[in-house]
T-cell receptor
């Protein structure tokens, strides 16, 4: 059974903290993505990666960075968390032009 | 910038009713996918349509891709409570990125 797993389902952090969200896929997919999902705004792409050590900015990269040291792992980093980064974060992976598989999401609250 | 607009945003219906969700854009997409997301989970793919005018059926769900490949619709016949969820359309954009619609939240009451 193919899987995308995310390190936490729920996370509560304080303003200014550095936050790491980890994502692992077991399908040997080249492409990996980080989205945030907010009511009324849909899924917005933060960053994506086509291959190891490659990263591209999505539509809303400000305040975020990413790391892809291994093909199966794509990490999202909030350097200094702010309250407007409270959201649901979804990781996804896909083989080129095929179905996109999503993780279960991490609901992050920044106080 | 490619955008996909879905309508309606919310739909609350009774079990057994029929419904249609629309996904529209001014851009042409090479393919379009439909996902369903249940509370607390990530979206799961329902179908991919590729050819203009294509119609695909998945049990009580019928998906259609517009002739010009700019729009799509999802029709559910005799909706059931298990159909409750957030429905998302997604077009194949540039650089292997999917462009997601704003979503339609469906609630089917018994």
């Amino acid at each position: 059974d193919v899987k995308v797993t995310q390190s936490s389902r729920y996370l509560v952090k304080r303003t200014g903290e550095k936050v790491f969200l980890e994502c692992v896929q077991d399908m040997d997919h080249e492409n990996m993505f980080w989205y945030r999902q907010d009511p009324g705004l849909g899924l917005r792409l933060i960053y994506f990666s086509y291959d190891v050590k490659m990263k591209e900015k999505g539509d809303i990269p400000e305040g975020y960075s990413v790391s892809r040291e291994k093909k199966e792992r794509f990490s999202l980093i909030l350097e200094s968390a702010s309250t407007n980064q409270t959201s649901m974060y979804l990781c996804a992976s896909r083989r080129r032009y095929n179905e996109q598989f999503f993780g279960p999401g991490t609901r992050l609250t920044v106080l | 910038t490619q955008l996909l607009e879905q309508s309606p945003q919310f739909l609350s219906i009774q079990e057994g009713e029929n419904l249609t969700v629309y996904c529209n854009s001014s851009s042409v997409f090479s393919s379009l996918q439909w996902y369903r997301q249940e509370p607390g989970e990530g979206p799961v793919l329902l179908v991919t349509v590729v050819t203009g005018g294509e119609v695909k059926k998945l049990k009580r769900l019928t998906f259609q891709f517009g002739d010009a490949r700019k729009d799509s619709s999802l029709h559910i016949t005799a909706a059931q409570p298990g159909d409750t969820g957030l429905y998302l359309c997604a077009g194949e954009g540039s650089f292997q990125k999917l462009v997601f619609g704003t979503g339609t939240r469906l609630l089917v009451s018994p």
